[in-house]
């Protein structure tokens, strides 16, 4: 099992930054890729970032690209989400997920998510 615990959601005006930790425990952080996907209200998760397992490379869904930056702290266990110039579209609850390594996108565990509101 893995555990995860988001933290950084909150309100902030379109253009703004916000940044989102992920705090992971139980099994060992390092191998899992990691990522981040969101769910807005009425719409279906969508995927949004990832970071392999050593830090090397990344995957960005086209409407952050630019904006989101993924990164990852073995040593703590944890994964962050550097969000920039933020738009009233990334209004979401953003979850935090332990991605299977052979893939970039089958979750085996998920956090319990953190809201993210962008006003205009």
């Known amino acids: 099992q893995v555990q995860l615990e988001e933290s950084g959601g909150g309100l902030v005006q379109a253009g703004g930054s916000l940044r989102l930790s992920c705090a992971a425990s139980?099994?060992?952080?390092?191998?899992?890729?990691m990522g981040w996907f969101r769910q807005a209200p009425g719409k279906e998760r969508l995927f949004v970032v990832a970071?392999?397992?050593?830090?090397?490379?990344?995957r960005y869904a086209d409407f952050v690209k630019g904006r989101f930056t993924i990164s990852r702290d073995n040593a703590k266990n944890t994964v962050y989400l550097q969000m920039n110039s933020l738009k009233p579209e990334d209004t979401a609850v953003y979850y935090c997920?332990?991605?299977?390594?052979?893939?970039?996108?089958?979750?085996?565990?998920w956090g319990q998510g953190t809201q993210v509101t962008v006003s205009s």
């Open positions: 997920a332990a991605i299977n390594p052979a893939t970039w996108t089958r979750v085996d565990y």
């Open positions: 139980g099994r060992t952080f390092s191998s899992y890729k």
């Open positions: 970071i392999t397992r050593s830090g090397s490379g990344t």
